[in-house]
């Protein structure tokens, strides 16, 4: 007779082996999570771009403007003034 953990042993490598039969491999296993968790982080990313672009819509239709257009717009403002100012000083009489 043997000893008893050797019993473990060998349930344990024939369990193993039928595994290897009927079941996918380590490296199929590594491929399908890594495929399922590039799907979720894509569907997060496409859920977090939608729920932007309906918060935007949102601020137009009640009338407010987001912190880019605000940007936009404050650096169209900059330049206007500059191009005053360059006007003006082309104007104004040479002392």
């Known amino acids: ?22 079941g996918p491999g380590k490296d199929e296993l590594r491929s399908l999570l890594n495929e399922a968790s590039s799907r979720w982080r894509g ?5 977090g771009e939608e729920g932007r672009q309906r918060m935007t819509g949102l601020f137009y239709e009640l009338g407010l403007i987001t912190r880019e ?3 936009k717009l404050d650096l169209r403002v900059a330049d206007l ?13 040479q002392t």
Do not use: C, Q, T, Y
């Open 1 to 22: 007779m043997g000893d008893p953990g050797d019993d473990l042993n060998d349930e344990h490598d024939l369990f193993g082996r039928f595994l290897s039969l009927i």
């Open 43 to 47: 569907d997060a990313a496409r859920i």
């Open 69 to 71: 257009d605000w940007d």
């Open 81 to 93: 003034e500059h191009r005053v100012r360059v006007l003006e000083e082309k104007s104004s009489p």
